[in-house]
């Protein structure tokens, strides 16, 4: 017997390959637990690859960016796309990030993390990601990076790190929750992936928009101040700026980690979790958190 005439009609979006909305929500927060309760050792490690990642990132951008002759907005679009690549190593070879680890307060929301597992988890990462970001910032420097285009690059890298270093406190908290809302919602737009390439996909607008707005990334920064810092003295330093110094780059640091925090924990954490994980919005039948 033919059945096919009592088939409900197709949702108009059966035929898209990625996750939904909610689904995401879900794999978020069983992804939180993980991580939340994974190894101090793993999780160290893989805080230092991480750091390591986005240095990496902030590398390329940095020679995209120097020399560049297009202009203003074009300039630091190229050098955001560049910058992707850090997130893409950190996503798709596996990496633990403290700014992609504040979407975990979903699952503490979902009491499925403890504050103290969430705090463990946060200060291992945090810790590993400045070793692998300050280990890259000292390579590039040993390793004559810098000397590119006639000291250009070290000039470049040099002056990103002064701009950061002389930014007041409360722009660089702002800064930084915009900047980590943009993360998180990259992290987020790829787990919605199925595929290396959806998820490529999904994370270069986004970190695209950071970079090129100027906002400001804790881990990011971990690598450009303290290489501006390293570089000073060996490159051309721009006249107009103070040198950057060890005071700038940890009143940029805090600022930058307090807005991250904010900007992925609370701007696409909590408001997701409100959204698609909290008791009233959960579908009959569905276990209980």
Not at 65 to 81: I, N, Q
Not at 84 to 103: C, D, K, P, Q
Not at 220 to 237: E, K, Q, S, T, V
Request: net charge neutral.
């Amino acid at each position: 017997m033919d059945r096919t005439s009592n088939a409900p009609p197709l949702h108009p979006m059966a035929g898209m390959d990625a996750f939904a909305p909610a689904q995401i929500a879900d794999l978020v927060e069983t992804r939180g637990v993980a991580k939340a309760t994974a190894g101090t050792m793993a999780t160290l490690v893989l805080g230092v690859v991480a750091g390591a990642y986005i240095a990496l990132g902030a590398v390329f951008s940095t020679t995209v960016a120097t020399g560049s002759e297009l202009g203003y907005g074009p300039t630091r679009l190229f050098a955001g796309v560049a910058f992707s690549l850090g997130l893409i190593l950190v996503v798709v070879a596996g990496a633990e990030l403290f700014t992609g680890n504040t979407l975990i307060v979903l699952a503490v929301a979902s009491r499925r993390v403890t504050v103290r597992q969430l705090a463990r988890n946060w200060s291992l990462v945090f810790v590993g990601n400045l070793i692998g970001a300050l280990s890259v910032a000292v390579m590039v420097t040993v390793g004559g990076w810098w000397e590119g285009s006639d000291d250009a690059v070290g000039t470049t890298a040099i002056t990103i790190a002064a701009q950061k270093a002389v930014l007041p406190f409360g722009t660089v908290f702002v800064r930084g929750i915009l900047a980590n809302a943009l993360v998180c919602l990259a992290v987020w737009l790829a787990t919605g992936g199925r595929s290396v390439v959806d998820k490529v996909v999904a994370i270069v607008p986004a970190i695209a928009a950071f970079v090129a707005s100027g906002f400001e990334h804790s881990i990011a920064n971990a690598y450009f101040i303290p290489a501006g810092i390293l570089m000073d003295g060996r490159a051309p330093a721009p006249a107009d700026l103070p040198p950057p110094d060890l005071g700038g780059f940890l009143q940029n640091l805090a600022a930058s980690t307090l807005g991250n925090i904010v900007g992925g924990g609370v701007l696409v954490a909590l408001v997701y979790w409100f959204v698609y994980l909290r008791a009233p919005s959960r579908t009959p039948g569905d276990p209980p958190r």
